[in-house]
């Protein structure tokens, strides 16, 4: 079904393996985070108004996720996105859990990994729509710093430092035998665009001119599910960006001929003509024709 949440179809995912399919007991904490978390949906390809190649360093110390548990929900066409745990096959959605966590550390150190740095973070895992038409959870996961001062990438990279692991058990014909030949880089490589649409949530909830709107779950249909055993939609949200007139009227002549694509402003201190200092919050703004907002984002003008 179209405009319901996917996250339902990555609990069903669950559901068909069996329990205990994960080590360090995270298949049962996904189930319940995905449940309890807020979810959101993005457009085609999880595109908005930044990537982590293009953020500027000064957002990094800011972003957090909106909420403690979140599910992020978004279609892909990108014929080079290739699935590991089905190496025959492409995503062509995805539905990404991430759980905030008060230190990486404590938690890489909770699932065998050593040396992370002891800052608040992300955990991120993702469920995938395979071309086949099947929901397949993918057998390894990310953690993702907030930020990590000093942290260097190289130019085009992402500048989110951020690191994969495979989460191991006894997955099957289509887990651990086909991701065991997986590299690292291949795990990072993939969830580049899961970590970007997690940042971009994270950065336009702090934005003053973005709002959260509520998408209602289908109550009949749910109904109807619940009589036949199956789980609930949820309800989403989606973020709709308001013009803001403060930074609008602030922009230079020169700016606005220029077409300034849409971009996040980071929240900065302004000095008024009366000599008084304000704090101006972060906020969206540029030329939406120029920039990268999706066509099937909803702009109220």
């Known amino acids: 079904m179209k405009n319901v949440s996917t996250s339902t179809y990555a609990i069903e995912a669950f559901d068909k393996l069996p329990l205990g399919s994960f080590n360090f007991g995270l298949q049962e904490r996904i189930i319940k985070g995905i449940k309890d978390a807020v979810k959101f949906k993005l457009p085609l390809n999880a595109e908005l108004i930044t990537n982590p190649a293009e953020v500027q360093d000064s957002l990094l110390g800011a972003y957090k996720l909106p909420f403690p548990k979140v599910c992020i929900e978004f279609d892909v066409d990108c014929p080079n996105t290739p699935l590991g745990c089905m190496e025959t096959s492409v995503a062509k959605s995805v539905c990404t859990y991430a759980e905030h966590l008060p230190s990486v550390k404590s938690f890489s150190e909770s699932v065998g990994l050593h040396g992370a740095p002891d800052v608040e973070g992300f955990f991120a895992h993702s469920t995938v729509l395979t ?9 390894f996961a990310a953690i993702v710093p907030y930020y990590i001062k000093g942290f260097m990438r190289e130019k085009g990279k992402s500048k989110i430092p951020f690191s994969c692991f495979n989460m191991g058990g006894k997955m099957g014909k289509i887990g651990y035998e086909l991701t065991s030949g997986i590299t690292h880089l291949d795990m990072v490589n993939e969830y580049y665009l899961d970590v970007s649409a997690v940042l971009n949530v994270s950065l336009c909830s702090l934005c003053e001119n973005v709002d959260h709107e509520v998408k ?8 109807t599910r619940l009589k036949k055993g199956k789980h609930a939609f949820f309800e989403y949200r989606t973020l709709v960006i308001r013009p803001n007139q403060k930074h609008d009227r602030a922009s230079s002549s020169n700016q606005r001929r220029k077409g300034v694509r849409q971009h ?9 003509h009366t000599g008084k200092l304000t704090w ?11 920039g990268v907002v999706s066509k099937n984002y909803k702009i109220e003008g």
Do not use: C, Q, Y
């Open 280 to 290: 101006v919050k972060h906020s969206v703004v540029g030329d939406v024709s120029r």
């Open 131 to 139: 071309e086949n038409g099947v929901w397949v959870p993918t057998f």
């Open 216 to 223: 209602k779950a289908p109550k009949h249909t749910n109904k």
């Open 264 to 272: 996040l402003r980071r929240g900065h201190i302004r000095k008024l």
